[in-house]
Nanobody, 125 residues
Framework: QVQLVESGGGLVQAGDSLRLSCAAS????????MGWFSQAPGKEREFVAA????????YYADSVKGRFTISRDNAKNTVYLQMNSLKPEDTAVYYC??????????????????WGQGTQVTVSS
């Protein structure tokens, strides 16, 4: 069992940075693949970034490559999403998620079993 709690969202201006945190409970956190997804009003949940537990490989949506960085600190049971050069189109609720395995695709939300409650990110122009 893994419980996830996001924090760090807020209202910022275009070009600013934010760092989202996802605190996880559970002794096996370090063996889970982790992902960040976003959901804007009226839109479906979208993949943002993922990090494998084995090898620490990272994956990003094209829209955030070069601007966002996913990382984890297993000692703190925390996953981060560093968001730089924010754009108004990044405005959404951001969710972190945990997957024991990626059976097909790290970007498929159905691969993730545990989800946090989300944190709002609003970027003004």
């Amino acid at each position: 069992q893994v419980q996830l709690v996001e924090s760090g969202g807020g209202l910022v201006q275009a070009g600013d940075s934010l760092r989202l945190s996802c605190a996880a409970s559970g002794r096996t956190f370090s063996s889970y693949n982790m992902g960040w997804f976003s959901q804007a009003p009226g839109k479906e949940r979208e993949f943002v970034a993922a990090l494998s537990w084995r090898g620490g490989r990272t994956y990003y949506a094209d829209s955030v490559k070069g601007r966002f960085t996913i990382s984890r600190d297993n000692a703190k049971n925390t996953v981060y999403l560093q968001m730089n050069s924010l754009k108004p189109e990044d405005t959404a609720v951001y969710y972190c998620a945990a997957a024991a395995n990626w059976r097909s695709s790290y970007s498929d939300s159905n691969e993730y079993y545990y989800w946090g409650q989300g944190t709002q990110v609003t970027v003004s122009s």
